[in-house]
C-alpha cells in the first residue's frame, strides 16, 4: 500500500471495535501508515472518530472522492508548540 493517497476511501478488513461501534466492512478515509507500526490511520466521519488498522481494502485506489477532500484538507500533524513557548519566555 505504499501509494494509497491521503483521503482515499478506505473499507476495514478486520474486526475493529471503536467505542461499540463495529468497523468491519465500514468506509473511513486513509490519513497515512505509520512507519513504526505499519498500521494505518483511519477517520470515520460517521462516528466522528479514529482508528489504526492492519488490515483494509482501497475502494478506488488513488482517488480522493469529492465528500473527503474538505476534511483531508483540514487535517494536520499536531505540532507541540509549548516548549518553545517556555524557552521564548525565559529568554526575555
Do not use: C
Request: hydrophobic letters at 30%.
Amino acid at each position: 500500500m505504499g501509494d494509497i493517497v491521503k483521503g482515499e476511501t478506505v473499507i476495514v478488513r478486520q474486526e475493529y471495535n471503536l467505542f461499540d461501534n463495529e468497523m468491519i466492512n465500514q468506509e473511513g478515509i486513509y490519513v497515512k501508515t505509520s512507519p513504526v507500526t505499519g498500521k494505518h490511520l483511519v477517520y470515520f466521519p460517521q462516528v466522528e472518530e479514529w482508528g489504526e488498522l492492519e488490515e483494509v481494502e482501497r475502494k478506488h485506489p488513488g482517488e480522493v472522492e469529492e465528500k473527503n477532500v474538505d476534511i483531508v484538507g483540514r487535517i494536520r500533524t499536531l505540532e507541540y508548540t509549548a516548549d518553545e513557548k517556555l524557552r521564548k519566555e525565559k529568554e526575555t
